[in-house]
């Protein structure tokens, strides 16, 4: 590519592609803090203004029950003002009729003691209350729950936390294949959703409801959601907006992202819009951000209070040339591709990796 009449050659190595992104970001979360020679202020004094939230799932996939408030010290001290969790139920209702709280017990007392607010996601099913016989009665499964069942464990559930948590996502992308099993069906989601917000209301009227995140970029599965009578079961749009192979500026905000719902919600009825995931889902992009924010500091949102680590002024103004030299390293002034380079580098720039 040309950038003001210099060629630059696509750095090949990828080693120094993932050197310069990264020496980029923890360069750049240095950079913000010498605008402001205001005192810092407290990490747990930002989580209540703060809009932003984790999927921290400390009530699923923390190996150390009993020791919960250790990741939860990390996660408050971010700064961060939201918690999404899981509240699955074959954790708390592994057989019918016997409940074990404990896990989320703990789970949301470490949270309320930080001020952080949970986002409860309730869901998916367990074995024993589906009708697939493929599924294991005490584990968890994608399979369309029976509707009772399924009520009552809502209804235990909202009654437990409700004075805590005021805010239930149902499910979690219904319209993707690996969480909903068989084809993803709007419909009989549409039966589930109508069902979780009934029994929410009913226990806690002023409790907010979120449908289960789903992809803005087709809205077929949403338009199947309003057409089977569900716009009215839940009062926040959830979304997940990942953006691969576009950046977040394109696949959020621009019309292909987010404002791609924006007629339905003229035509449905409008309502506040969530993003409970989301992100750009480039492999190098994500390892290179994570690795910043931990060692990155003394950035507003970094990890640099949970380490006790400050790095020094000097390695913003350092890394910054490093990117440099290392671009110079990797070809600037190297000769344009061949006919064809153009078309080989876009298609390569478009094979992103999706998640989860």
């Given at each position: ?6 060629a ?6 990828p ?29 747990y ?6 809009p ?14 009993g ?10 001290q ?22 074990d ?7 949301i ?25 493929t ?71 002023d ?9 803005p ?21 959830a ?10 500026e ?7 992202g ?13 309502k ?46 350092v ?6 030299l ?19 580098e ?7 990796n999706?998640?989860?």
């Open positions: 590519m040309a950038w003001k009449g210099i630059v050659r696509r750095i090949q190595h080693i120094l592609r993932r050197a310069a992104l990264l020496v980029l970001v923890c360069s750049l979360l240095n950079v913000l803090p010498w605008r402001s020679h205001a005192a810092p202020r407290s990490a004094d930002l989580a209540a203004e703060s932003w939230g984790l999927n921290t799932h400390l009530a699923t996939r923390y190996p150390a029950p020791h919960l408030d250790k990741p939860a010290a990390r996660v408050a971010l700064g961060i003002g939201w918690a999404r969790e899981d509240f699955a139920w074959p954790r708390i209702e592994p057989r019918s009729g016997t409940w709280w404990r896990l989320t017990d703990e789970m007392a470490v949270h309320t003691a930080h001020d952080v607010h949970v986002l409860g996601r309730l869901g998916y099913s367990v074995g024993w209350a589906t009708a697939d016989t599924d294991a009665p005490s584990e968890q499964s994608f399979s369309m729950p029976n509707i009772r069942a399924w009520e009552r464990y809502i209804r235990a559930t909202v009654m437990r936390y409700g004075d805590r948590v005021d805010h239930w996502e149902i499910w979690n992308e219904p319209d993707n294949a690996p969480f909903w099993k068989g084809k993803p069906d709007p419909k009989a989601y549409a039966i589930l959703l109508q069902s979780a917000y009934r029994t929410i209301k009913a226990v806690d009227p409790a907010v409801v979120l449908n289960g995140g789903v992809s970029f087709d809205t077929r599965y949403l338009t199947g959601l309003a057409e089977a009578g569900a716009w009215d079961a839940f009062d926040v749009l979304l997940h907006p990942y953006t691969d192979p576009v950046g977040p394109d696949g959020q905000i621009a019309p292909s987010i404002g791609g719902v924006r007629g339905l919600l003229n035509r449905y009825g409008t506040p819009i969530w993003v409970t995931e989301g992100g750009a889902e480039f492999p190098v992009t994500n390892i290179a951000a994570a690795t910043a924010l931990m060692v990155g500091g003394p950035g507003r949102w970094s990890l640099d209070r949970a380490f006790g680590v400050r790095l020094p002024a000097w390695i913003a103004p890394g910054l040339v490093l990117v440099v290392t671009l110079i390293y990797a070809g600037v002034g190297a000769p344009e591709p061949e006919q064809g380079g153009d078309q080989d876009a298609r390569e720039g478009t094979a992103g999706g998640d989860a």
